[in-house]
């Protein structure tokens, strides 16, 4: 059974990075598929972040392009996001899931976290 | 890239049924059969309910089913139950390699 964990801290400070890893079990990331980042602020819809393949390609959200780095440690089978400059805008669950290949539908997914942006 | 749209709120009685809509446009709805359904329960994470616009995810009650028609996509949730009452989701593969939401739908059973 695939499983998936979100960590990170729980509060950032405006402008700061915020970061982030989901770690995966139960399946090998040598096997495939796309992994990817979602979040969704208080009270709001879902909102994709972005993705990855193992071979080294990402796809991100064309809004949030410019801020985001997603990246992969398939020594941990972990992968990572880093959210740069950030606002209260940001402050959210952050959810990390797998996502079928043509980007068709996210099976597994993470509880999620609460990332807060304040000072 | 805009997110798709969803009513914000349906409702219905216990053994009623009742259809979510979705609608975007040719670039993602439309385009491809890469529609998916969410439903998530307050302070839990979404679970996926309908892949490729009518596939059932094993363990998904036969109760939810989902179709296509132009840019609209459609979640139909039969024999409501108490249990049902949730958020509701949509998703589509979206042209340029993205994945785009609807807004979500909140369902009361009354």
Request: hydrophobic share 30%.
């Amino acid at each position: 059974q695939v499983q998936l964990q979100e960590s990170g801290p729980g509060l950032v400070k405006p402008s700061e990075t915020l970061s982030l890893t989901c770690a995966v079990s139960g399946y090998s990331f040598s096997s495939g598929y796309y992994w990817a980042w979602i979040r969704q602020p208080p009270g709001k819809g879902l909102e994709w972040l972005g993705a990855f393949y193992l071979n080294g390609k990402t796809f991100y959200n064309p809004s949030l392009k410019s801020r985001l780095t997603i990246s992969v440690d398939t020594s941990k089978n972990q992968f990572s996001l880093k959210l740069t400059s950030v606002t209260a805008a940001d402050t959210a669950v952050y959810y990390c899931a797998r996502l079928q290949h043509w980007f068709r539908y996210l099976d597994y997914w993470g509880q999620g976290t609460l990332v807060t942006v304040s000072s | 890239q805009s997110a798709l749209t969803q009513p914000a709120s349906v409702s219905g009685s216990p053994g009623q049924s009742i259809t979510i809509s979705c609608t975007g446009t040719s670039s993602d709805v439309g385009g491809y059969n890469y529609v998916s359904w969410y439903q998530q329960h307050p302070g839990k994470a979404p679970k996926l309910m309908i892949y490729d616009v009518s596939n059932r995810p094993s363990g998904v009650s036969n109760r939810f089913s989902g179709s296509k028609s132009g840019n609209t996509a459609s979640l139909t949730i039969s024999g409501l139950q108490a249990e049902d009452e949730a958020d509701y989701y949509c998703s589509s593969y979206a042209r340029g390699d993205s994945v785009l939401f609807g807004g979500g739908t909140e369902l009361t059973v009354l």
